[in-house]
């Protein structure tokens, strides 16, 4: 019961923002800096898009793509950019040709989907990528008291661990780059470019 009623006043958007502030998001963006500034001039896609808060960080001249499946983020997504490109719908069935977009990003959504949807967004995210993917999700570490804590109110209950993490991507993406790293939760970025990719 009091989860629930945690997760209803962690989904009004700017909670929602001031939690994932206080989660280390500022840190999360200095690590994806690096890798967003390539897609300078070109269309990101941000699948599990949340509010759009990425948004504050990109180039002016980034072609940036929103993708969530939640109505009441896009509203907080509507309040930052009144005029950005939106797409309401699912990871797994991403309504996108073949390599239409630079750079897909992905942050924080892999452990709200089972390993079967997991697999399915992997797979359109390839599909739709044309030459960077960018990976970032916090991940399981058993022997860790503050990390388990937070995954006790986290919404995602598929939390999964580094490997098992690289060896799925790896099934779709050909690795350019990996770091872990601790904030409160213990995190993978995962940099690549679709298998196969010219």
């Known amino acids: 019961m009091q989860a629930q009623i945690l997760e209803k006043i962690v989904a009004i958007p700017r909670i929602y923002d001031g939690v994932q502030r206080i989660a280390g998001r500022e840190e999360n963006y200095r690590r994806l800096m690096p890798f967003l500034l390539r897609a300078k001039g070109e269309m990101l896609l941000d699948t599990g898009a949340g509010t759009g808060a990425i948004t504050r960080i990109l180039d002016p001249t980034i072609r940036y793509t929103w993708l969530d499946i939640d109505p009441q983020k896009l509203s907080g997504f509507r309040q930052k950019c009144p005029r950005g490109l939106a797409v309401l719908g699912s990871v797994t069935e991403i309504p996108l040709a073949r390599?239409?977009?630079?750079?897909?990003?992905?942050?924080?959504v892999s452990h709200h989907l089972t390993d079967r949807e997991l697999g399915k967004m992997?797979?359109?995210?390839?599909?739709?990528?044309?030459?960077?993917?960018?990976?970032?999700?916090?991940?399981?570490?058993?022997?860790?008291?503050?990390?388990?804590?937070?995954?006790r109110y986290d919404r995602g209950s598929h939390p999964r661990t580094a490997e098992r993490l690289t060896t799925m991507l790896q099934e779709h993406f050909e690795m350019e780059e990996t770091q872990q790293y601790s904030i409160f939760h213990h995190y993978l970025l995962f940099v690549g470019r679709p298998i196969g990719a010219a």
């Open 99 to 108: 390599s239409s977009v630079h750079t897909t990003l992905c942050v924080a």
């Open 122 to 151: 992997l797979a359109e995210l390839a599909r739709v990528c044309g030459k960077q993917f960018i990976f970032l999700d916090a991940v399981e570490k058993r022997n860790s008291p503050v990390s388990n804590f937070m995954w």
